[in-house]
C-alpha cells in the first residue's frame, strides 16, 4: 500500500508562484513513476505532470515552460513548482503514484488533492 498526502496549495495572484508536495509512504517509492493531475467541476481530470522512476518528465501542453515536476527519493516526495500562474490553473491538484510489476498487475495510487486558486 502507498499513501500519498498532498500540501501547498492555496491562494495565489495571476503571474505568482506555487509549489506543490506529494509526501509517500513505502520502502519502494523510487520505483514508481509520480505524477500530478488537476480537476476542475464538470471537467475529466487531466494530466499535468509526470516524472518516471529514471526521472524522465513530461508536461501537458499548457504548463510547459511554467511548471517543473521534480521528485527527491530520500524524502519520499514529489514537487510541483508552478510558476506563472494563470487564473485557468485553477483547480485540485492530485499527486498520482504508479508502478506496473507484471503485464497483468499494475499499483495505481492517488491522494486526497490540493486546491490551488489563482485569482486577483
Known amino acids: 500500500q502507498v499513501q500519498l498526502v498532498e500540501s501547498g496549495g492555496g491562494l495565489v495572484q495571476p503571474g505568482g508562484s506555487l509549489r506543490l508536495s506529494c509526501a509517500a509512504s513505502?520502502?519502494?517509492?523510487?520505483?514508481?513513476?509520480m505524477g500530478w493531475y488537476r480537476q476542475v467541476p464538470g471537467k475529466e481530470r487531466e494530466l499535468v505532470a509526470r516524472?518516471?522512476?529514471?526521472?524522465?518528465?513530461d508536461y501537458a501542453d499548457s504548463v510547459k515552460g511554467r511548471f517543473t515536476i521534480s521528485r527527491d527519493n530520500a524524502k519520499n516526495t514529489v514537487y510541483l513548482q508552478m510558476n506563472n500562474l494563470k487564473p485557468e490553473d485553477t483547480a485540485v491538484y492530485y499527486c498520482?503514484?504508479?508502478?506496473?510489476?507484471?503485464?497483468?498487475?499494475?499499483?495505481?495510487?492517488w491522494g486526497q488533492g490540493t486546491r490551488v486558486t489563482v485569482s486577483s
Open positions: 498520482n503514484a504508479h508502478l506496473t510489476l507484471t503485464r497483468f498487475y499494475s499499483d495505481n495510487y
Open positions: 513505502g520502502s519502494i517509492f523510487s520505483r514508481y513513476d
Open positions: 516524472i518516471t522512476s529514471g526521472s524522465n518528465t
